[in-house]
C-alpha cells in the first residue's frame, strides 16, 4: 500500500467521528424535549446541562475533522 493512499484511509476514518458527533447531538436534543414535553417544570433546570453536553459534542466532532486535517496536510 502506498503512504499516500495509507494517510487518505486514515483521514477518512478519522472523519467519522464528526459523524458520530452529529448524531450525539441529534440524539442529545430529541431527548431533552422529550423531557420537557414530559415534564415542562423541570425543562428550564435541565438547560444547562443540555447546553455543557452540545458544547462537549460539538468539541469532539471539531477534535475528529482537526485529526483528519492533521493526517491529510500534516504528516
Known amino acids: 500500500m502506498d503512504a499516500e493512499a495509507a494517510k487518505y484511509i486514515g483521514a477518512g476514518l478519522a ?7 452529529a ?25 444547562p446541562n443540555l447546553i455543557f453536553g452540545f458544547a462537549v459534542t460539538e468539541a469532539l466532532g471539531i477534535f475528529a475533522f482537526l485529526v483528519a486535517l492533521l493526517l491529510l496536510f500534516a504528516v
Not at 431527548?31 to 425543562?43: K, S, W
Open 23 to 47: 448524531i450525539a447531538v441529534g440524539t442529545l436534543f430529541a431527548l431533552f424535549l422529550q423531557g420537557a414535553l414530559r415534564n415542562p417544570a423541570a425543562a428550564d433546570s435541565q438547560r
Open 15 to 21: 472523519a467519522i467521528g464528526m459523524g458520530f458527533a
